[in-house]
């Protein structure tokens, strides 16, 4: 009996023992923290829309008159200079009226060259009385009406001039022929309206993008904003442009409303052509190499059950950050500006190339406790049930 309560006490000894190891070892923390260095970088948030590429400047080139298409001179893709014919229409009706028109103005000469001779006539006779003052005026009348007969054939006459050279269509730009709507004999009718017969861009090098923007990004975005945008024909290639308009009116489609953003889209290398998709990033807030810190290391507070023994100095101040260096923890109140979500820029309160914490990570391997799993040497009760071929590896 008395050798059963020496082992039992020895047992218990041990297992208390055992038990103030392990819990006096939880409170030995072995700190790891992540730090971030204060330098430049670039904030921005974007928003992004599709649109679609054309020229800056295009022109649709039409005809005031009906007829045939007797000549065509330019093509798709022909450059073109200011004032070049490019196309003629038939001119056979055309010619015959400026003929019947001249005819009809030679007519009108001749009545007023009469009736004027016979009013001065009657004029000398009206003075000397022998004519009635009606037959005077009768006369007077007679040579006013040919004057105004002269004046509306000479403007019959300039109209079917005008309307002869319409039939000669020339460019009015310097530019590229990016369409063509005819071919040669066909029939245009400019009654109700004008045909189109060409379309010509003005200028190649130099093309924007009208891109749709969604009515709850279109508050953020102004303009001389930077924009990058790519096309599917190029899409290793970014593209630079800037916002140069924002337009008033929105759209309406499948009850979704969107307003135009014209962007510029220099085109140098003419990559870029007319009626390409572009895929839009317009930088609303946008700021290049400017001081900034991560977000978390704003939203860093040691803790003392974060922290163990080390010592926390704090600060006043609602942004702050935090550095650790001989086992202290010091704030240092900061001012901040714009932020992208991921960081923020900071306006002053530390320096370049200042080592910031953003996190830490406790590892609380408790003194004592014997690892949870793991191929390391474990502690264990000298009365514990051996495993098999445990008693030889002790005793070796």
């Given at each position: 009996?008395?050798?059963?309560?020496?082992?039992?006490?020895?047992?218990?000894?041990?297992?208390v023992?055992?038990?103030c190891?392990?819990?006096?070892?939880?409170?030995?923390h072995?700190?790891?923290?992540?730090?971030?260095?204060?330098?430049?970088g670039?904030?921005?948030?974007?928003?992004?829309?599709?649109?679609?590429?054309?020229?800056?400047?295009?022109?649709?080139v039409?005809?005031?008159?009906?007829?045939?298409v007797?000549?065509l001179y330019?093509?798709?893709n022909s450059?073109?200079?200011?004032?070049q014919?490019?196309?003629e229409?038939?001119?056979?009706?055309?010619?015959?009226?400026?003929n019947?028109?001249?005819?009809?103005?030679?007519?009108?000469q001749?009545?007023?060259?009469?009736q004027k001779?016979?009013?001065?006539?009657?004029?000398i006779?009206?003075?000397?009385?022998?004519?009635?003052?009606d037959?005077?005026?009768?006369?007077?009348?007679?040579?006013?009406?040919a004057?105004?007969?002269?004046?509306?054939?000479?403007?019959s006459?300039?109209?079917?001039?005008?309307n002869?050279?319409?039939?000669?269509?020339?460019?009015?730009?310097?530019?590229?022929?990016?369409s063509?709507?005819v071919?040669?004999?066909?029939?245009?009718?400019?009654s109700?309206e004008?045909?189109t017969?060409?379309?010509?861009?003005?200028?190649?090098?130099?093309?924007?993008?009208?891109a749709?923007?969604?009515?709850?990004?279109?508050g953020?975005?102004?303009?001389g904003?930077?924009v990058?945008?790519t096309v599917?024909?190029?899409?290793?290639?970014?593209?630079?442009g800037?916002?140069?308009?924002v337009?008033?009116?929105g759209n309406?489609?499948?009850?979704?409303?969107?307003?135009?953003?014209?962007?510029?889209?220099p085109?140098k290398?003419l990559?870029?052509?007319?009626g390409?998709?572009?895929?839009?990033?317009?930088?609303?807030?946008?700021?290049q190499?400017?001081?900034?810190?991560p977000?978390?290391?704003?939203?860093?507070t040691?803790?003392?059950?974060?922290?163990g023994d080390?010592?926390?100095?704090?600060?006043?101040?609602?942004?702050?950050?935090?550095?650790?260096?001989?086992?202290?923890?010091?704030?240092?109140?900061?001012?901040?500006g714009?932020?992208?979500?991921?960081?923020t820029?900071?306006?002053g309160?530390?320096?370049?190339?200042t080592k910031?914490?953003?996190?830490?990570?406790?590892?609380?391997?408790?003194?004592?406790?014997?690892?949870m799993?793991?191929?390391?040497?474990?502690?264990?009760?000298?009365?514990?049930?051996k495993?098999?071929?445990?008693?030889?590896?002790?005793?070796?």
């Amino acid at each position: 009996m008395k050798r059963k309560i020496i082992i039992g006490t020895v047992v218990a000894a041990v297992v208390v023992a055992c038990c103030c190891v392990a819990f006096c070892g939880r409170d030995k923390h072995e700190i790891s923290y992540e730090t971030a260095i204060v330098g430049e970088g670039n904030i921005s948030n974007s928003v992004t829309a599709t649109g679609t590429i054309e020229p800056v400047t295009s022109v649709d080139v039409g005809t005031q008159v009906s007829g045939i298409v007797a000549k065509l001179y330019v093509d798709y893709n022909s450059v073109v200079k200011k004032g070049q014919v490019i196309a003629e229409l038939d001119k056979t009706n055309l010619i015959s009226q400026v003929n019947t028109a001249k005819a009809s103005l030679n007519n009108a000469q001749s009545q007023l060259t009469y009736q004027k001779a016979n009013y001065n006539r009657y004029s000398i006779l009206y003075k000397k009385g022998l004519v009635s003052a009606d037959e005077y005026e009768t006369a007077l009348l007679a040579y006013r009406q040919a004057q105004d007969e002269v004046k509306q054939r000479r403007e019959s006459l300039q109209q079917a001039q005008t309307n002869l050279g319409y039939a000669t269509i020339t460019s009015p730009v310097d530019g590229v022929v990016l369409s063509r709507e005819v071919e040669e004999g066909q029939t245009v009718a400019a009654s109700f309206e004008t045909p189109t017969l060409f379309t010509i861009a003005q200028d190649l090098t130099d093309m924007r993008v009208i891109a749709d923007v969604d009515e709850a990004d279109i508050g953020e975005v102004r303009e001389g904003e930077r924009v990058t945008f790519t096309v599917d024909a190029y899409p290793d290639d970014t593209f630079n442009g800037t916002v140069t308009q924002v337009r008033q009116e929105g759209n309406t489609e499948d009850n979704v409303v969107t307003f135009e953003v014209v962007i510029s889209a220099p085109n140098k290398d003419l990559k870029l052509k007319p009626g390409l998709t572009a895929n839009v990033t317009i930088y609303t807030l946008d700021k290049q190499n400017v001081l900034s810190v991560p977000n978390k290391a704003l939203r860093f507070t040691p803790t003392k059950e974060l922290i163990g023994d080390a010592k926390v100095k704090d600060c006043k101040g609602k942004n702050k950050v935090w550095t650790f260096s001989n086992n202290v923890f010091t704030a240092h109140p900061v001012t901040i500006g714009i932020s992208d979500g991921i960081n923020t820029e900071l306006l002053g309160g530390v320096k370049k190339g200042t080592k910031i914490v953003t996190e830490i990570k406790v590892d609380q391997n408790n003194a004592g406790m014997p690892p949870m799993g793991g191929d390391g040497p474990q502690e264990s009760s000298p009365f514990a049930p051996k495993g098999p071929g445990q008693d030889k590896k002790n005793k070796k």
